[in-house]
């Protein structure tokens, strides 16, 4: 709205200075034309009342007088030529010591001769100043070439300067407060518009495939923006549905992943007990003197099998069904430092920043987390390394509790680093890899972060965030 009114007023601009220069060509033609023809009616009626033959040598005695009373009349200057281009009479004033006014030339004489009214008009622009020259013959009464009269006419366009003016600024005034009205309509336009689409991208900005979004329900709206709305609520609809089955997909594929990791540690152990139960069913001997301590032998490993398949259900079992949360008023440095009094390694060193840093948690819950991470530490660490060193450090951090456990073991490859969390993932040659992904949730659960920084030989930070929450 703004540009076309602007191009507006440029173009109307435009357009009226063009009209007003063809309108004072048009004026100072005219009025040349129409002074021709007035002198050249009282040159012809001179002509025919003069006592003078009317020849071309007698044309400087026939206006001798006459001249100047012709330019008095008319205002305007009259110049009188030979036929060969050469002045006769003016009536401009002369003096001696001025120099002879020149001949007409020579390409003017041609065009006023071959022409079909005998006339040409020659415009200059000297100094500035359009000069507007016409030359014409003056005949007798039988038509016959006298002389070429000419008239010299200087434009004035100081009247449509000023008229032009005059109009631009009233022109420039009316289309600044159009351009003002047009701003204001612009502006709330756009705001009318702007505004439903802002709601559309906030909307928009919120949408997410692992939550509950909300359509978008907008009663004055243009149809555009409606079409905008049916289209993104249409949208929603279908995201919800493809949640829904994404979800129920990832369930049945975690089932799966689950099912097939269960029957892979429960086979592992199945095999050594099958063996051990056929081996026992060939080779025993009842009347053996050793057969006690066969006995002993192959009970302790079943029982030792029997173990690994319990761990693994426990494992899995905890994995699965995080136990409630028994939230306690709890000092965290405390707890810490308990937490690692259950290992023996000398090279575990602990630092707090305060000796209490209060809050309400699950003390078992943090105690896992402390003891997963250090034997995830401890284990990183090559025994045949000559110095072992593990930090765990407590502090605070605006609103939560900092936990940093700090290893020197061979950190953690660039290739797995994507993969530190996945269930089942783990870069040991013992273990399911169920301990990280078991503690990021109980981390999440308190709407805290796990974060770690490893370099491949040199060791690995794991930085445990929990929100600092208030004892009731």
């Known amino acids: ?147 070429i009269l000419s008239l010299p006419y200087i434009e004035d366009d100081g009247f449509y300067d000023r008229e032009l003016k005059n109009f631009l600024i009233r022109l420039g005034q009316v289309y600044s407060f159009m ?46 923006i409606s079409l905008l709305i049916n289209a993104y609520n249409g949208m929603v609809d279908k995201l919800e549905e493809s949640a829904i089955k994404l979800a129920q997909s990832e369930r049945e594929q975690a089932w799966r992943e689950m099912a097939k990791q269960v029957a892979h540690e429960i086979k592992n152990p199945l095999t050594p007990m099958r063996l051990t139960v056929q081996s026992f069913q060939r080779k025993f001997d009842p009347n053996d003197p050793e057969a006690k301590q066969k006995m002993n ?24 069904t995080m136990p409630a949360q028994q939230n306690e008023t709890l000092n965290v440095v405390k707890i810490v430092e308990l937490a ?35 034997k995830n530490a401890i284990q990183s660490i090559p025994e045949n390394q000559a110095v072992k060193s593990i930090l765990v450090t407590v502090n605070t951090e605006e609103d939560a509790v900092v936990i940093r456990v700090k290893d020197n073991g061979i950190g953690i490859e660039a290739e797995n680093i994507a993969h530190i969390f996945e269930p089942k993932f783990t870069t040991k040659t013992s273990g399911m890899g169920l301990g990280l992904g078991i503690i990021k949730n109980i981390i999440e659960n308190y709407k805290g972060t796990i974060t770690f920084e490893s370099s491949f030989g040199v060791g690995t930070i794991f930085t445990v965030s929990l929100p600092l929450t208030k004892p009731k």
Do not use: C, W
Not at 43 to 52: E, G
Not at 297 to 320: H, K
Not at 340 to 369: G, P, V, W
């Open 340 to 374: 690692l009094d259950i290992f023996n390694e000398e090279y575990i060193e602990f630092d707090a920043a305060e000796k209490e840093i209060i809050t309400r948690m699950d003390r078992t819950q943090l105690i896992r987390i402390i003891t997963n991470l250090v």
């Open 297 to 320: 032998d192959y009970s302790t490993t079943l029982i030792q099998q029997i173990d690994t398949m319990s761990s693994v259900a426990s494992a899995f079992s905890n994995f699965a």
């Open 179 to 224: 351009l003002l009205i047009a701003f204001a309509l612009a502006y709330f336009l756009s705001s009318y518009i702007t505004k439903s689409l802002k709601s559309i991208s906030d909307k928009i900005t919120e949408t997410s495939l692992n939550q509950k979004n909300e359509k978008i329900e907008l009663d004055d709206s243009s149809r555009e």
């Open 1 to 147: 709205m703004i540009v076309l009114t602007l191009i507006a007023s440029v173009l109307m601009a435009s357009i009226s200075i063009f009209q007003f220069k063809k309108e004072a060509k048009d004026y100072h033609q005219e009025r040349l034309e129409r002074k021709e023809k007035a002198i050249k009616e009282h040159i012809n009626y001179i002509l025919s009342n003069t006592t003078y033959p009317l020849t071309p040598e007698n044309l400087r005695l026939i206006f001798k007088d006459k001249i100047h009373e012709l330019s008095d009349i008319h205002t305007l200057q009259i110049n009188i030529y030979s036929l060969k281009g050469q002045l006769l009479k003016s009536s401009k004033g002369s003096f001696s010591i001025d120099t002879p006014a020149p001949p007409i030339p020579d390409y003017i004489l041609r065009l006023v001769q071959s022409s079909m009214e005998k006339r040409y008009v020659d415009i200059k622009n000297i100094e500035g100043k359009k000069y507007r020259s016409s030359f014409s013959q003056i005949k007798d009464l039988k038509f016959k070439p006298l002389g």
